[in-house]
């Protein structure tokens, strides 16, 4: 009998999984989804953060964090490709939902797809003249389409400017559950749904041929289209995928927040995306959740040190990529396929 | 002896410059279906540079590459593999942190035709496919005897399974013509004799070899016809006993004798 390492967290989660019954493992699931979901009930605990309110650091930064590292880890972590200016595609979904909802009479729910089909197309713009860049490059050309969209927004009237757009409507009800400032649980709820929702989706296309095609061209580009792989496609569709999951992000941040400006949409918020995908483990989903949460959450924890908050966020980066240089959690390097028997996933 | 058909790849008066290097020039190749032949020169000849054009790596200066009644001059790489040209590397370039059967399906891929959508929710076509390429792909290892490697990550594979897994590549996008590069550079004599068996195997089974290779025991014992590239210029092309014993070759290996000049 094999010696399992219960301080291999990834191992150890891993197998598991994999060695439960289909039984078990939906009772696992719903079992985390219900501990996760009444997370926003523990604002009385150890867990609450002094000064922000608990439930709204659980939305933003954390929930916010989680949902875009885990669509720039499709681009980063699934295909290899350095985006440096993922902050782009929040800032378009956010000023859809911003402009959209001032002007029209359009809700939330229906702003939604329409800053999902722009980040999207965005996404595919950006993608087609620059994807066939590699590494620095990319992430250079990258970097500078996140600025260009800040200054575009910045310098146009329709965006108002510096002054932002103020009065953005709050999603309408859903049903019994209310959207207010003062108690942001339904909020969380949300952002949840969405992260489940993108977890679903990587999952599935990890295991079937564009998750293939992403693993083969992060590792040899070249010899991936010499077997056939379309790579400027899957390329393209890693990227706009990406979007989608950054313009939903923003379309919801910009209803929860109620007001926008050009400053919220820096390099920095790109290069802390990053962060949490690099940190968490670069490639492996739940590395990356994990990875988010905790730098969503620990500047607002310590918040009380105040100065020094950022000493110690820059001080628990540093150690950890000292002794886990591969992130918490790092990608899967196990020998089994990722193509499930059957293919029945 | 499997049956010598048809012209599948014809390389017509084939130049190829970089900047002032010449690396062909005015190469004529054809090679027939269900034959193995063999491309051999010095070190520099242009061998790779051969399959280079063919795959699609490089655009040739001047010529033409016509596969099977399609011009290769203005496909994509991905394309070209589509059509039927698969190849493997004189450097191991294997997928490796991928398992060796993840490397076949990755390969037998290209002619499926279910793309994200299919995958994302689960259409039927998506899934038949699934099943059918990793059926496949089992079936190729299995044919080039390393099925039992199947779950292994490519990196940590033994060197010489490393070359088996760059054929059964090569052979998962389902190939008339194979270009195998070197595939016996760093073998022993056994493991040589081994792959001279399973390349033999390949083309018995219905496709179609095109190799480099330096080892002329291998050569001579497999191929069926020998096309010799000096300086990127052909310099002969015939059955490899009149090629062993052509005087162009010996000179091309091992130069001009003093007295001779």
């Known amino acids: ?345 | 002896m499997a049956k010598i058909g048809k012209t599948l790849l014809k390389l017509d008066n084939v130049t190829m410059k970089f900047g002032g290097v010449t690396a062909l020039n005015g190469v004529n190749l054809e090679v027939k279906e269900g034959e193995i032949l063999a491309l051999i020169g010095p070190n520099g000849a242009g061998k790779t540079t051969v399959f280079n054009v063919i795959t699609g790596v490089y655009k040739q200066t001047s010529g033409i590459v016509d596969f099977d009644g399609t011009s290769l001059g203005s496909q994509k790489r991905y394309q070209v593999t589509g059509l039927g040209v698969a190849r493997t590397f004189q450097n191991i370039r294997l997928w490796g942190d991928m398992t060796a059967l993840e490397n076949v399906i990755t390969a037998t891929d290209v002619h499926k035709k279910s793309g994200l959508v299919g995958a994302l929710f689960g259409l039927p076509r998506a899934r038949r496919e699934e099943v059918e390429n990793r059926a496949r792909a089992m079936e190729i290892l299995r044919f080039i005897g390393i099925d039992e490697y199947s779950d292994r990550l490519a990196k940590n594979l033994p060197y010489g399974v490393q070359r088996r897994l760059e054929i059964a590549r090569a052979l998962g996008t389902s190939p008339k013509l194979v270009l195998l590069d070197e595939p016996a550079a760093g073998f022993n004599p056994a493991e040589k004799v081994e792959l001279a068996a399973t390349i033999k195997k390949v083309r018995d089974a219905g496709y179609t070899v095109l190799l480099i290779e330096h080892d002329m025991s291998l050569i001579m014992g497999i191929s069926d016809r020998v096309v010799v590239l000096d300086f990127g210029t052909k310099i002969a092309d015939d059955i490899p006993s009149v090629v062993q014993n052509d005087p162009r070759v010996i000179e091309a290996y091992l130069g001009v004798p003093a007295d001779a000049s």
């Open chain 1, 1 to 345: 009998m094999k010696i399992r390492n219960y301080w291999n967290l990834r191992d150890f989660g891993a197998s598991t999984w994999e060695n439960a019954s289909r039984p078990v493992r939906v009772a696992i699931a719903l079992i985390s989804i219900v501990l996760v979901g009444l997370l926003p009930f523990m604002g009385g605990s150890i867990l609450a953060t002094p000064i922000a309110s608990f439930d709204a650091v659980l939305v933003y930064p954390v929930g916010m964090f989680v949902l875009m590292s885990l669509g720039l880890n499709i681009v980063v972590g699934k295909s290899g490709m350095l985006d440096l200016g993922y902050v782009a595609f929040f800032a378009i979904g956010a000023y859809t939902m911003a402009i959209l909802g001032t002007t029209t009479g359009l809700n939330t729910w229906e702003i939604m797809p329409i800053g999902i089909a722009f980040a999207m197309t965005a996404g595919v713009l950006l993608g087609i003249p620059t994807l066939r860049l590699r590494g620095d490059y990319l992430a250079i050309v990258t970097l500078g389409f996140g600025e260009i969209v800040r200054l575009v927004v910045l310098n146009s009237s329709w965006s108002k400017g510096p002054n932002g757009i103020a009065n953005i409507p709050m999603p309408p009800n859903l049903g019994p559950l209310k959207f207010e400032l003062e108690n942001q649980k339904v909020f969380f709820w949300v952002v949840m749904a969405m992260i489940m929702l993108t977890i679903w989706m990587i999952r599935r296309l990890t295991v079937r041929r564009p998750g293939r095609a992403w693993e083969a061209i992060r590792q040899d580009e070249d010899a991936a289209e010499l077997m056939g792989v379309p790579t400027l496609k899957y390329k393209i569709w890693s990227f706009t995928l990406g979007a989608a999951v950054g313009g939903a992000a923003g379309v919801l941040y910009a209803s929860k927040n109620l007001y926008i400006a050009p400053e919220m949409f820096t390099l920095n918020v790109s290069i802390l995306i990053l962060a949490c995908v690099v940190f968490g483990g670069i490639g492996n989903i739940w590395g990356v959740v994990v990875g988010a949460t905790i730098l969503g959450y620990l500047p607002d924890r310590i918040r009380f040190i105040s100065d020094a908050r950022l000493l110690v966020f820059g001080l628990v980066l540093v150690i950890v990529m000292n002794f886990r240089p591969d992130g918490l959690l790092p990608r899967k390097k196990r020998e089994k396929a990722i193509v499930k028997k059957g293919a029945n996933a």
